[in-house]
Structures are given as structure tokens and as C-alpha cells.
């Protein structure tokens, strides 16, 4: 998500010119627009190679300095003009960048090198633009709207580099810090689908059936099918509200979506515990929380201990002192919590239940939010206190 190459492209149009065209027509061109250097592109845009003034210049200097007659100076002058730009522009040992080249390898680059301008290249070398030294002092960072979320571990690679304008979200508020004050809505409740629509509506913006059946389709999965202890008022009217609209029936549909995006036998366990995987810092402590949604428990009973090995081998790669992974059957109303890492012990002391072959069972238990996250942090708050 970090700045690239592509990002500090001028907005305005670059002058560019063909192989085959003269001098005079390019020093014309030059003249007319006051630029310095001219890309060279083929007919389909890809970039062969640059022209400066400096070079054609350096050119004039080397042929009527060389020693000739002076008489022999028109001719020489005319032989030059005449020639095409393909013949003087340089395409051998020229930095340029790829469009999703980093800030950081592109400074490099620049510290390295003492050009004007440098190329930037798309895919099959498509000439894009050209970038300077002013582009990267001038930099402006990526804007971004954070949907869903507010902590730097659940956002994307790079958020640091951005700037967040806005936040749209349920969760607790984390630890990430603006450059200047922003629209923050975070609200209670089960789904950030149910704030999504609201906004829709309040602003009177159309809402089609597609966006909709969408919207309806998060809130169902998100407060599974309105059993989860998250679920507001506000959730069931936003849904009903988006019933009408996408012609749906909302319980169906969640069950619909919830039945037709499980497919568990198509998955390996490390895919089934990063699909919905959230990670948190507290007190110097790194925990992950993983959840699988399902209707029965039954369905992944025989996988336990597949899945407990993939999240103790994901403990170790990404340095987690525990995690764990809540397999929640809708239907049943509870929850399996299978434990992992070298501090797991800890979930037992938290919930003050022990594990069977790293397997809690908690009655009752649907939401991470609301009544796994809380529980976890606040007894490791308590263990540091002690």
C-alpha cells in the first residue's frame, strides 16, 4: 500500500515524440512547449528511449567544432537537422522506473544518479511519465478510507506510509494515529455494513438491488443471522430497510451465504485460520484471533488437530505468544476455542476453563468483539497489575 513509482506521476500530459520524426521538427517542439527532454515512444506508447537539449546540443558541438571549413558549416548544420530522432536518442544505460516501484528503491536510484527526469514504465514497457526530484519532495501520501477496522496489525502492508482520512467502523478503538484530525464513525454495533447503509440513506444516495443484497448479505454473516450478542436495533432496521430494497428475506439469505461460502473441504488450515484473522498488541503481548463460522459443529470436529498444528507453526513464523481460533456453529449458539503458542495457558487461566486436547468449549459464545477480545485483554491487564 506504500507510495510507488505510478503515484508520483504528474497529472498533466507529457509531450512525447517518434523515432522517426527530425531534428528540426523536435527542436521546433522543444522551443514551443520550453521542455528539455522528450521521451521517445513507438506507436503503441512503448517507451524506446529519451532526447535532451543537453544531448543534441553536445551533438551540434562535436560536428561544427570539429575542425571543418567554415564554408562547409551550412551543409554540415542541414546534414544534422535532417537527421531522425531515432538516430540520436539514448536508450542504452538509462534509469527509469517501473510503475510499482517503492519510494525507497526509487531514492536510491535518485542518490545514485544526477538526472533531470526519469521514465516511468508501465506494463509491456508502456511509457507512463516522467518523475523528478521534485515529484518525491512533493510527494503527497496515498489517501485512504479504513472500512471495517482501526489497528495498524489488521490493516493493510504499508498504512504507515498513507494518510487515513476517514474511519468507518464496530470495533474498539486501536492505536492508529492520524496526521490531522478525521470523520470517525464508530458505532455499537453487530455489522459495519449496517453504518455503510445508514449512510446511503442518510444522504439520500441510490441504493440498487446488487448494493444492497451485498449490504444485507454482510449484516446476516456478521451477526450471524442475528444471534451474535452484537446485534443492535439498528442492525434488524437497516436490514429490514435493505430487505425491501433488494427483495430479499434476510435470514434466508444469510443462511444462503453462510451454506455456500463454507467450503471447508476445499481449503487447507492455514487458509481456514487466515481467512478471518485478526491480530493484537497488548501489553507487549502479540495474540491472534481467528473465527470460522459454521452451522454445526460436527462439520470441522475431525480437523481439530490439522488446525491446531497449522496454528502452532503460525505461532512461530509470525512470532505470536498465543492465538486462537473460534470455530462458532450459528445453529448451536456456541463456540469451540482451539488454543495454540507458548503462552496458551493463558486462555485457559482467562476463561477459566481447561482445555482438552487444546480444545475449550464455550456455551454461548459467538462474538470475538464482544465476548472474546474483552475477556483476553482484560485478564492479561490484571495478570500485569499482579
Known amino acids: 500500500m506504500g507510495t510507488i513509482a505510478e503515484d508520483l506521476l504528474d497529472s ?10 527530425d531534428l528540426t521538427t523536435l527542436g521546433k517542439l522543444m522551443r514551443e512547449q520550453n521542455i528539455k527532454t522528450v521521451p521517445v515512444v513507438d506507436e503503441d506508447a512503448k517507451f524506446l528511449g529519451l532526447v535532451t537539449i543537453g544531448d543534441m ?15 562547409e558549416t551550412p551543409a554540415v548544420l542541414s546534414r544534422l537537422l535532417a537527421l531522425r530522432v531515432g538516430e ?17 528503491e526509487i531514492k536510491r536510484s535518485m542518490l545514485s544518479t544526477r538526472f533531470r527526469n526519469y521514465p516511468v514504465v508501465g506494463e509491456q514497457h508502456r511509457f507512463l511519465g ?13 489517501q485512504l478510507i479504513l472500512v471495517d477496522h482501526n489497528e495498524s496489525k489488521q490493516a493493510i502492508d504499508g498504512i504507515e506510509e498513507a494518510e487515513i482520512v476517514e474511519i468507518i467502523d464496530h470495533h474498539r478503538v486501536g492505536d492508529l494515529q492520524t496526521l490531522s484530525p478525521i470523520y470517525f464513525y464508530n458505532q455499537p454495533v453487530g455489522s459495519t455494513c ?21 449490504m444485507l448479505a454482510g449484516i446476516m454473516t456478521d451477526t450471524m443471522l442475528f444471534k451474535s450478542p452484537t446485534t443492535t436495533e439498528k442492525d434488524r432496521k437497516i436490514a429490514r430497510q435493505l430487505e ?5 428475506n434476510g435470514l434466508q439469505w444469510g443462511k444462503t451465504i453462510l451454506e455456500k461460502g463454507r467450503h471447508f473441504d476445499e481449503q487447507d488450515e492455514l487458509s481456514m485460520i487466515t481467512s478471518d484473522l485478526k491480530e493484537y498488541q497488548q501489553d507487549h503481548l502479540l495474540f491472534a484471533i481467528a473465527q470460522i463460522e459454521t452451522l454445526e459443529l460436527h462439520q470441522l470436529h475431525h480437523r481439530q488437530q490439522e488446525l491446531r498444528r497449522a496454528m502452532e507453526a503460525l505461532c512461530q513464523s509470525r512470532g505470536y505468544d498465543f492465538m486462537c481460533l473460534m470455530v462458532t456453529a450459528i445453529l448451536e449458539e456456541c463456540t469451540e476455542l482451539l488454543i495454540a503458542g507458548p503462552q496458551a495457558i493463558l486462555l485457559e487461566a482467562a476463561f477459566q476453563s481447561q482445555a ?14 464482544k465476548q472474546v477480545v474483552p475477556v483476553i485483554i482484560q485478564h492479561i491487564r490484571q495478570k500485569q497489575i499482579v
Open 244 to 248: 425491501q430494497i433488494a427483495g430479499l
Open 12 to 21: 498533466k500530459p507529457i509531450t512525447t515524440t517518434r523515432a522517426d520524426v
Open 130 to 142: 516522467m518523475i523528478s526530484r521534485y515529484n518525491l519532495l512533493a510527494m503527497r501520501r496515498k
Open 194 to 214: 449496517t453504518l455503510v447503509a445508514e449512510h446511503f440513506f442518510n444522504s439520500r444516495v441510490p441504493c440498487d438491488k446488487s448494493y444492497a443484497s451485498l
Open 356 to 369: 482438552q486436547q487444546g480444545v475449550m468449549a464455550l456455551d454461548g459464545v459467538m462474538s470475538r468483539k
Open 57 to 71: 546540443a553536445l551533438l551540434f558541438l562535436e560536428q561544427l567544432g570539429s575542425g571543418i571549413d567554415i564554408a
Open 88 to 104: 540520436v536518442m539514448k536508450s542504452q544505460d538509462l534509469v527509469l522506473f517501473e510503475h510499482d516501484d517503492t519510494i525507497e
